[in-house]
C-alpha cells in the first residue's frame, strides 16, 4: 500500500507537479522542432536536475519525454515534415488528411490517441513492471529477427498490386541500412571514406529527406497547389467517444505492439509506430483507406509511440538496459543522484520510483491540456501563406538536421535522399517499404548474424526458438495469404494509391 | 514556429546564464575560454558517459569554465573525433576517451585518426570484468578455460561494440589459453548484459560501474578482473593472473584536444585533475565504480597513448583483425 501512498505523493507534491508541467511543455516545444530530438530536449535540462530531488527530477525528464512524443506529430500533420523518427509514420495518413481540410481531425486523434496510450503506457508500467521485465529476457537474437521480420513482410501488402516496385524500394532501402559500421565485425562498409557515414545513415535524416524534402519539392513545381489548402483553414477537432469505440482494434494493436517494442531494447518509438501501422492496415476493415487518409492511420502509431515512451521504462529501471535511446537518459539522471536501477530498485527506493510514476500520470493529463491549448496558434501558423511557409519549413529542416550532429555532411545526405524520395514518387514506386526497411534493415541484420553465430551457422536456429517459430510462421501467413486468395480468384487487385501518393494536389 | 523559436532562445540563454553563475569563481584554476563542449562518442547512460558527466559536474568546481557533455555518436567514435577534430585549439572542445578511439582509428580507418587528436591527461584505470549469470556452472576463469578445451567455439561470450577492447580481451584470452570460443558482439554493455541473463551469452564482460545493479541483486557473478590487482569494492574477486592467465587490461580513461590545442588548457587541466580526483564527492563516486584513479600529465599520457596504439595495431595485425 506505501507504494500507492507514493504515487499519490508524486501527484500532488508542488515541486514534482512544478517538473511534471514544466516538462510536459518543454517536451512538446521541443517535439515540435525537427532536430531538436526528445534526447536533445532532455539532455539540455539535464545539468539542471543535478541538484534537484531525485523525484523531480526523473519527472521533469520523463514529462519532456512524454510531451515530445506528442509535440512530434504536430510538424508530422500540418507540414510533413517528422520531427523524429517515431513521429515519421504518423505522417502519411496525418498529412493526408490535412490536405483534405481535416487536420484539425488529424490532430485531434494524435491527442487523445497519445493520451490514451501514455495512461495505458503507465499503468502496465505501475503495476507490472516488476513482472512484465522478464518478457523481456525472451528476446534472444532470433526473436529479433524474427520480429523484424514480421515488421518487413508489410512489404507485400503495403505495395499491392505492383509488389515488384514494392520489393525494389524494400531492397534499396535494406541496401541503405547497411552503409555504416558492420555490427559483428567492426569492419566499414558504404562509407566511401567518409567518416560522417561510419555510424550508418540516422533513419531522421531518412526520414526527413523522405517525407519533407521530396514534398517540397513537388510543391515547388506546382504553382496552384497552395491556394487550395490556405482557403480550407484548419481547426482542432477532437474525436468523439463514439468514434473513438469505432477505432478500438487500431488502438489495440497500438498497445500491444507499443508494450513488445518498449519491453525489448534496441526496439524504440519509430520500429513501434512503423508496426502498428502496418498492422493496424492489415486487421483494418477499410484497408484501402490508408495513405489516404485514414483516422485508423494517424491513431495506431500516435497510440503506440507513447505506449513505448512509458513502457520503455519498465527495462531501463528493472535491468538498467534502457529500450530506446531517451530511457538512456533518464537512466542517466538516475545514476547522477546515486540510485542503481536493477531489480533492486524497486524494493530499495521505492518512493523514487513511485513518485515518479504519479508524477508522470499528471504530465499526462498536462499533455492533454497543453495541447488544446498550443494547437490552435500552431495551426495559425501553418495556416499562413504557402511560400513562406515553405521557406519557413525548409529552414526548420536544415537547422533540424544539422542540430541533431553537428555535421554539415547530413545536410547534403538530407538532399540526397529527398531526391531519391522524389524519384521513386515520380516514378510511381511505393515508397513506404523503402522506409520501413530502413527502419529495420540494422534490426533484422545485426540479430540474424548474431543467431548464426550462436548456432554455429545452422539456420535451424529459427525454428528452435518458439518467439521467432511463431512470428516467422505469421510472417509466412501474411505474405502467402493474399497470393493464395489471388490465386483462387483469379483477380489482380488495382495499384494501390495508398502507398503511392499521387504527384498532384 | 517564431514564437516557439524565440521561447527557446529565451529558454536557452536562461539555461547559459544559470549554468555561468559561479560559485567560488576566485577560487577556481583560470581557463582561457567561458564554455566548454566536453564531447562523449557513446549513448548517455553509457560507461563512457557517467564518467564524463561526473568529469564536467567536477571540473565545475575546479576549473573557471562551464563544461557540459555532448554526445557525438556514431561510428564507435569517429564522428566524435572528426568533430573534436575541427575545432580551434582554445579549450572550447574536448573529448573523454577510453581504449574505443585508439581501437576504431585502427580498425576502421576514418579520415580524422587518434594521432590527429592531443592527449591532455590521463584520469582513471577502469575495471574490465567478466561475469556470468548467478546460476551459471562456471565459478572461475579457470572452469571456462577448461571447457573451452572440452568443446572449441562451444562457450559463448557476449560483448559490447565490435572492435573494442571487450573484444580485443576475448581474443587474447583465446590466445593465451590456446582455446576458441564464440565471441558475439552487440549494440553496446547494456545489451551484452541482457544477453547474458536471457542465456543468449555465456559469460559477458564490462565494467563494474555499468553492472551494479545486477551484482547487488545477485543476478550475475563477477568471475574475474582484468585488472593489475584486485579492484576496490570487490576484495574476493581474484585476477586473470591469479587463475593462471597472464593478462592485463588497460581500460583508460582521459580527456584529449584538438591537435592543436594551446599549452594554456593543457595546463589548467594538469593543475585540476590531481584536486579534483581529491574531490570528496568524486571520490566517492569513483570509489563506488570501481575505477582506479591513475592521473598523467599530457607528456605521460601522450607516450602512454602512443604506446598503446603501437600495441594495438601489433595485436590486430598478428591476429588477423586488420591486414596492414
Known sequence: MNELYYVWQGMTSPT??????????????????????????????????????????????????????????????????????????????????????????ALGLSLVGGTIGGLIGLLLLTLSAQQLSKVALFFTPPAYFALGILGISVIASLSSGQVVKGLIAGVL????????????????????????????????????????ISELMIQARERDWPEQV?????????????????????????????????????????????????????????PEKFGKGSEEGVIAPETANNVVALTALIPTLSFGIPGTSTAAILLAALLIHGLHPGPMLFS?????????????????????????????????????????????????????????????????????????????????FPFLPFVLAVVLGYMIEANYRRSLLISNGDHLVFLQNPISACLLALAAIFVLAPLYRQLRTGRRPAADPATTPPLKG | MKHVSTGLAALSSFAMLALTLPTHAQDRIPYPVKTVTMVMQSSPGSGGDLFLREVANTANKYLDGNFAVENVTG??????????????????????????????????????????????????????IVFVKSDSRFKSLTDVVNEAKKSPMGVKVAVGEPGGLETQTMVELQNKAGIKLT????????????????????????????????????????????????????????????????????KFRGIIGPKKVTPEVI????????????????????????????FQPHQEFTAFINEFGANQKAFFLANNIIKD
Open chain 1, 230 to 286: 490556405t482557403e480550407r483553414s484548419t481547426r482542432l477537432k477532437l474525436p468523439s467517444l463514439r468514434k473513438l469505440w469505432q477505432l478500438r482494434v487500431p488502438q489495440f494493436i497500438a498497445v500491444v505492439l507499443g508494450l513488445i517494442e518498449g519491453l525489448t531494447p534496441g526496439g524504440g518509438g519509430s520500429i513501434a509506430a512503423f508496426m502498428s501501422y502496418n498492422e493496424a492496415k492489415r486487421w483494418s476493415k477499410e
Open chain 1, 348 to 428: 530499495s527506493h521505492p518512493d523514487v520510483v513511485y513518485r515518479l510514476f504519479g508524477g508522470l500520470f499528471v504530465a499526462n493529463i498536462g499533455m492533454f491540456v497543453f495541447g488544446l491549448i498550443i494547437l490552435s496558434p500552431i495551426i495559425w501558423l501553418v495556416n499562413r501563406p504557402r511560400a513562406f511557409l515553405r521557406a519557413g519549413i525548409f529552414a526548420l529542416i536544415f537547422s533540424g538536421i544539422y542540430s541533431v550532429d553537428g555535421s554539415e555532411f547530413d545536410l547534403y545526405l538530407v538532399l540526397a535522399i529527398g531526391v531519391v524520395g522524389y524519384l521513386l514518387r515520380a516514378l510511381d
Open chain 2, 75 to 128: 561510428g564507435s567514435g569517429a564522428k566524435a573525433m572528426a568533430f573534436t577534430n575541427k575545432a580551434p585549439g582554445d579549450g572550447s572542445v574536448l573529448m573523454g576517451v577510453s581504449p574505443t578511439y585508439i581501437n576504431t582509428s585502427i580498425i576502421s580507418k576514418p579520415p580524422v585518426v587518434y594521432g590527429d587528436l592531443q592527449p591532455i591527461v590521463r584520469l582513471f584505470l577502469d575495471s574490465v
Open chain 2, 183 to 250: 565471441v558475439i558482439s552487440h549494440d553496446g554493455g547494456g545489451d551484452a548484459l541482457m544477453s547474458v541473463l536471457n542465456g543468449t551469452g555465456d559469460l559477458g564482460i564490462g565494467e563494474a560501474a555499468e553492472l551494479k545493479g545486477q551484482l547487488d541483486a545477485g543476478a550475475i557473478r563477477p568471475i574475474v578482473t582484468y585488472s593489475e590487482r584486485r579492484i576496490a569494492g570487490f576484495p574476493d574477486l581474484p585476477t586473470a593472473r591469479e587463475q593462471g592467465i597472464d593478462m592485463v587490461v588497460r
Open chain 2, 267 to 294: 595546463a589548467a587541466w594538469e593543475k585540476a585533475v590531481p584536486k579534483m580526483l581529491e574531490d570528496p564527492a568524486f571520490k566517492a563516486w569513483y570509489t563506488a565504480g570501481s575505477l582506479t584513479p591513475a
Open chain 1, 173 to 212: 532501402g535494406l541496401m541503405l541500412a547497411t552503409v555504416g559500421t558492420d555490427p559483428v565485425s567492426g569492419v566499414t562498409r558504404y562509407t566511401f571514406g567518409y567518416a560522417e557515414l561510419l555510424g550508418g545513415i540516422p533513419v531522421i535524416v531518412v526520414m526527413m529527406g523522405m517525407f519533407a
Open chain 1, 16 to 105: 514534482v507537479l512544478m517538473a511534471a508541467i514544466a516538462g510536459v511543455l518543454w517536451g512538446m516545444c521541443g517535439g515540435a522542432l525537427p532536430g531538436i530530438s526528445t534526447a536533445i530536449a532532455m539532455s539540455l535540462v539535464l545539468p539542471f536536475t543535478y541538484g534537484m530531488d531525485p523525484s523531480a527530477a526523473l519527472v521533469l525528464l520523463g514529462a519532456i519525454y512524454i510531451g515530445s512524443e506528442y509535440g512530434g506529430s504536430i510538424p508530422a500533420i500540418l507540414i510533413r515534415t517528422p520531427a523524429s523518427g517515431s513521429s515519421a509514420a504518423a505522417v502519411i495518413d496525418g498529412y493526408a488528411m490535412h490536405r483534405q481540410g481535416r487536420g484539425g481531425e
